[in-house]
């Protein structure tokens, strides 16, 4: 946020002079006055879509004519049994999940699911594959050596992450009960652009795609386990999405806590317990706005346009600006870059926020500059980075 | 809600003539046209306070100047880290809260914490007590099961959990690690009015206030463990709030999922990963909410006060209205009663409904009628229900 970074003197002037303030007021588009706008490229929770918020705010006192908030009421009412099934039949119909797939509404974040898909698909004494390609990674391995036995069969440690090993250079274990990656990850920005296949019949592929979830389409059929915080592309944090294969259910350790037991889940249409009903109805805003875009593909057309924009600028840099990513991987949604002139980089992402471009800074561990720019980031606060960061290379020759 | 048992045609009568839609349009208190207004009598989500409603509705768009929603700020930036600091700080003051105790703000209802109080309190060799005293205690008991030896030394099942037990007349097993309460059941309507003390000295006290947690004043230091679901009294679902004694942190199960381990929560003050945002903003704005109606002193008499109009009215009504709990532990938040003619009921519930007095169906599990009245009920809507059994109970001699 801008004001995690500015003066208060600075900060009342962006927030009074900036388009967002205005258009939070009026909902003037940002792009149209999109020098003054505030742009958050924070990595999550991120920026939602306008017309979401303004819906949101516009239900919240009184929800579509009943007298009540969404909040107070029943998880098993009329209102909200309308709502969580409209969400997951619009985000079926986003990413074509066929009734294979059983599609839960949960809590705890992609953290909760570390532990869940051990406890669901191994027993202790069953190995499982993962594939560590960063932070997040590293985080689902350390998790899962509690509950099964993970083999890591290929790490990008050794060249700081930057890049994702070819698949058949990879030997699998041959009872591994699944192979685990992570779609995107958000610190180091790799990301899978194809999915490996598990070696044997008895596994499947288990993504954690928290951070490029709905970012584009994905051939579910692929998958036995996909699961994802809302709070990057569909929505606000409080809620985790997990999109299992129906075959998968019942086969929880018994030290499994009900609540990370994915069939006690799925029996119950992820009302096992009472639900995040508030974020779960703003995902369903946010799955109609994006079917309301073109669905994925569109949404994919978009985020390769932003990315581009952002990686071509950095190329053309001259080595001003470095992403140390192998290109192949260069994830479309965390853009992390180092600036040749390290001593620059505290003032570049000053410099940025006053100009309302906020949370620039790189994650702690690696330092540097991040851009995340998921779904609802428009193309214009892109553009608006990429002409700073032209001026900025200018002034510091 | 109103819409579950109304035909559409009622239902738009209903809401174009309540005060409840009047209120939410201009604000209009809801006592002042009573005989017109929409109460949520539901066992959770429950209604919420008029002024935190309004106050979310104004700031949800443009959260206090800065541009952008809450829902899209980063969890570790300075806005929410002021919302979550102010939410700890206000709901300390409300239970004086010392030091010596963490209050975390977690996922997954109070059913996670069924299996995070065991994973952390006990190894699997160890026991712990439970008192059983309605559906609630029971599903805390079964999921205990999994991870330690819980002994159950009194349940109220032979008597249909009408009453509690009185503490010296049950044995603790002498090395139990725990004592486990659950302070209200919303079921069978029962309230511990006073709480036991476990009998050795390295035992603590564990309640599940989920349903009754900032409707009375509680001594805290009596406690090791009291955790609640927010959605009744204090916020919407979506979050869980953990009150833990910091001397009993540290000693978690290797097998405890990492979410569940309330010292890497305490660590890192609830943000071990991603919280649930939104949701610890609205507890927080309804801290603020009952600190402004004078603390849970006065919120204990409000509450008082309202059963108390229903208990005398069901117990004036020469068993018309039969109430099964044992007067003594008449719980205030959930007053569960049947029909002496049962086969009235149904009518009863309905013709409530029209009246704009929803949600009275009572559990499945135990059916006859349930009036939920949390915090938030005014006393106008527990006045207009007595109004009308007294009038129902005329119109059927």
Chains 1, 2 share one sequence.
Not at 152 to 170: N, Q
Not at 184 to 205: A, H, R
Not at 318 to 337: A, I
Request: proline content about 4%.
């Amino acid at each position: 946020m801008a004001t995690a970074t500015l003066s208060s003197t600075s900060l009342t002037y962006l927030h009074f002079h900036s388009t967002s303030f205005w258009r939070r007021r009026f909902s003037i588009s940002c792009a149209a006055y999109s020098d003054r706008c505030i742009y958050n490229f924070a990595a999550g929770p991120a920026t939602l879509p306008e017309s979401v918020l303004l819906k949101a705010q516009s239900e919240l006192y009184n929800y579509r004519g009943s007298g009540m908030s969404i909040m107070e009421m029943s998880h098993r009412g009329k209102e909200f049994d309308a709502v969580i099934k409209k969400a997951e039949s619009d985000l079926r119909s986003l990413l074509s999940i066929s009734d294979d797939f059983a599609v839960l509404f949960l809590q705890g974040g992609a953290t909760t699911q570390f532990s869940a898909v051990p406890l669901n698909l191994c027993m202790p004494e069953d190995s499982a594959d993962y594939i560590v390609t960063g932070s997040w990674s590293v985080r689902a391995l350390k998790e899962a050596q509690k509950f099964c036995k993970p083999n890591v069969i290929w790490s990008g440690k050794s060249e700081k992450y930057t890049r994702i090993c070819s698949f058949d250079e990879i030997p699998q274990t041959l009872d591994a009960k699944y192979l685990h990656i992570c779609g995107n990850e958000t610190v180091q920005g790799v990301e899978f652009k194809d999915y490996p296949n598990p070696m044997n019949k008895s596994s499947v592929l288990v993504a954690d795609m928290s951070s490029n979830f709905c970012s584009k389409p994905v051939d579910i059929s692929k998958f036995g386990v996909i699961y994802a915080g809302a709070q990057k592309n569909v929505g606000p944090s409080g809620v985790t999405i997990v999109i299992i294969r129906r075959a998968l259910l019942g086969h929880a350790q018994p030290i499994a806590p009900v609540m990370l037991d994915y069939k006690a889940q799925a029996d119950t249409d992820s009302l096992y317990n009472t639900p995040p009903c508030f974020a779960i109805y703003i995902c369903s805003l946010v799955f109609e706005y994006l079917l309301h875009q073109g669905g994925l593909v569109a949404m994919a057309k978009k985020n390769e346009k932003k990315a581009g924009v952002l990686y071509d600028a950095i190329d053309a840099s001259g080595e001003f600006y470095v992403s140390h990513v192998e290109k192949s991987v260069r994830s479309l949604m965390n853009v992390p870059f180092t600036l040749q002139k390290s001593e620059l980089e505290k003032k570049f992402i000053e410099e940025a926020a006053k100009e309302g471009m906020v949370q620039l800074k790189g994650h702690l561990s690696v330092g540097g500059v991040r851009a995340s720019i998921y779904n609802a980031m428009p193309l214009a606060g892109v553009e608006k980075l990429v002409a700073f960061m032209k001026d900025f290379q200018a002034r510091h020759p």
